[in-house]
């Protein structure tokens, strides 16, 4: 069982690159959310998803967009990369909304 | 205004203190999570409680429902427990986790 497995794990972009942070989970959870995380705010939801087909908007959307073709995977894509979106950026899953939360490695993003 | 308030922010102790970290919440909840993240780590879940009080090795998590507070304790701490640790409560509506801001813990030899 891998759990909940997000890449890359490190990753500098310039300014205005797009690209697309991965999230994946083999235990068949319905439930999963990016959040990031910055200095002093703690962790805060960008968006998330309750099923395949389902995504909808967290607390900070603007910049990401998100998909959920699968119940496996759950991508964040940044469209047009800014400073503002330096981050580290976490991938959670749980089964349901009652159940303990898994969370990935991480993925610590550097816009320059 | 975050509706899940973390006390302290920090909080440094000598090896073998008993610590205390202590959440309040403002709204009604099925259940709160207790997180723990070492220094450029990622997030562990270390409980999920509804009610009472739940037990793992040193660490004791309590919760009590009706004031809306719940206690994470560390007995006979060890710098190996010196992390962030993280309250987090469901959202009613839309299922995901609304967390404190953490507190930081330094557990010195």
């Known amino acids: 069982n891998a759990g909940v497995t997000q890449t890359p794990k490190f990753q500098v972009l310039k300014t205005g690159q797009s690209m697309t942070l991965q999230c994946a989970q083999d235990?068949?959870?319905?439930?999963m959310s990016w959040y990031r995380q910055d200095p002093g705010m703690g962790l805060r939801l960008i968006h998330y998803?309750?099923?395949?087909?389902?995504?909808d908007q967290g607390e900070v959307p603007n910049g990401y967009n998100v998909s959920r073709s699968t119940t496996e995977d759950f991508p964040l894509r940044l469209l047009s990369a800014a400073p503002s979106q330096t981050s580290v950026y976490f991938c959670?899953?749980?089964?349901?909304?009652?159940?303990?939360?898994?969370f990935g490695q991480g993925t610590r993003l550097t816009v320059v | 205004k975050n509706e899940v308030e973390q006390s302290p922010q920090n909080l440094t102790a000598q090896e073998g203190e008993f610590i205390t970290i202590n959440c309040s919440y403002s709204?009604?909840?099925?259940?709160l999570h207790w997180l723990q993240q070492h220094p450029g780590g990622g997030i562990v879940s270390l409980f999920m409680?509804?009610?009472g009080k739940k037990k793992h090795g040193r660490l004791i998590a309590t919760i009590n429902i009706q004031e809306k507070h719940s206690s994470l304790h560390i007995t006979a701490s060890h710098p190996r427990d010196s992390a962030v640790y993280i309250c987090?409560?469901?959202?009613?509506?839309?299922?995901?986790?609304?967390f404190g801001k953490g507190t930081k813990l330094s557990v010195k030899p």
């Open positions: 959670a899953s749980s089964y349901s909304m009652n159940t303990e939360a898994f």
């Open positions: 235990m068949n959870h319905e439930y």
């Open positions: 998803s309750v099923g395949a087909g389902i995504t």
């Open positions: 709204v009604g909840i099925s259940a």
């Open positions: 409680l509804s009610s």
């Open positions: 987090a409560r469901r959202s009613g509506s839309q299922g995901n986790l609304i």
